[in-house]
C-alpha cells in the first residue's frame, strides 16, 4: 500500500541520547513536514521542506535537525534527547507546496527519561 | 502559540448533526483544512476550503468564511465511527498549522 512509513513506532530514550526518526514516502511527493503531538495541544509543525535539497524551520524547531536528500526520504534528528522532547511524531507529505492535504504516517511514540 | 479556536468536546448521539466552528488569525491565510483523527492513529484529511463557502463529501462539509475569519466541519447523521477528534487547520504561509482538537463522541 502507498504511504509514509515510519520507523521505529515506539522508543524510550535515555536524556542526552542522540536519535534518529526515520520516514519514507512512495508517492513521489515534493513537499515533507514533521509534526509533534502533544495533549491539548494539537500538531505542532517542527521542520518542513518544500523540495529535496531544501529544508525550514517551523514552530517548534530547537532541538530537531532533519535532512532531504532525496525525495523519498525526510528523517528527524534529536541530537541529545530531553524530556520534554517526549511525544508523538508525525511525518507527512504533501504532493505540492502549499497543498491543504496532507498524508500522513502511522507515528513514532517516542519517551525520553 | 495556538491562533485557532476550536471547542474541545462535543458529545451528540447518532444520527444527529454536529458542528465544529473554527476562528483563526488572518495573516498568511491561504486556506482552512479539516482532519479526522481516531485514537491517536494518523490524521487522514477530509476537506480543504481556500475560497468562501460550502464543500460537500457525502455526510461531511466544511464551510469557510475569509471576512469572518471562521470556518466550520458539519457531520451529519452521525455514525458510531464519527467518535473522533477532529482538527481544523490553517494554510499560513504555505504551512499549515493545527487547532489543539475537538473529541467528538457519538453515543447510541
Known amino acids: 500500500i502507498a504511504g509514509i512509513t515510519q520507523a521505529p513506532t515506539s522508543q524510550i530514550l535515555a536524556a542526552g541520547r542522540r536519535m534518529t526518526l526515520r520516514c519514507t514516502q512512495d508517492?513521489?511527493?515534493?513537499?515533507m513536514y514533521w509534526y509533534r503531538q502533544d495533549l491539548g495541544l494539537g500538531l505542532r509543525l517542527i521542520h518542513y521542506?518544500?523540495?529535496?535539497?531544501t529544508t525550514g524551520k517551523g514552530e517548534v524547531p530547537d532541538g530537531y535537525s532533519v535532512s532531504r536528500a532525496n525525495t523519498d526520504d525526510f528523517p528527524l534528528t534529536l541530537a541529545s534527547a530531553v524530556p520534554s522532547q517526549t511525544s508523538v511524531y508525525f511525518c507527512?507529505?504533501?504532493?505540492?507546496w502549499g497543498s491543504g492535504e496532507l498524508f500522513f504516517g502511522e507515528g513514532s511514540r517516542l519517551t525520553v527519561l | 502559540g495556538q491562533s485557532l479556536e476550536q471547542p474541545s468536546e462535543v458529545t451528540a448521539v447518532e444520527g444527529a448533526i454536529v458542528q465544529i466552528n473554527c476562528t483563526y488569525q488572518?495573516?498568511?491565510?491561504?486556506?482552512l483544512s479539516w482532519y479526522q483523527q481516531h485514537d491517536g492513529g494518523a490524521p487522514t484529511f477530509l476537506s480543504y476550503?481556500?475560497?468562501?463557502g460550502l464543500e460537500e463529501t457525502g455526510r461531511f462539509s466544511s464551510f469557510l468564511s475569509r471576512s469572518d475569519s471562521y470556518g466550520y466541519l458539519l457531520l451529519q447523521e452521525l455514525q458510531m465511527k464519527d467518535s473522533a477528534s477532529y482538527f481544523c487547520?490553517?494554510?499560513?504561509?504555505?504551512?499549515?498549522?493545527f487547532g489543539a482538537g475537538t473529541t467528538v463522541t457519538v453515543r447510541a
Open positions: 507527512a507529505s504533501s504532493d505540492s
Open positions: 488572518t495573516s498568511g491565510f491561504y486556506g
Open positions: 476550503n481556500a475560497l468562501d
Open positions: 487547520a490553517v494554510n499560513r504561509d504555505y504551512k499549515l498549522s
Open positions: 508517492m513521489r511527493h515534493n513537499a
Open positions: 521542506s518544500n523540495t529535496a535539497g
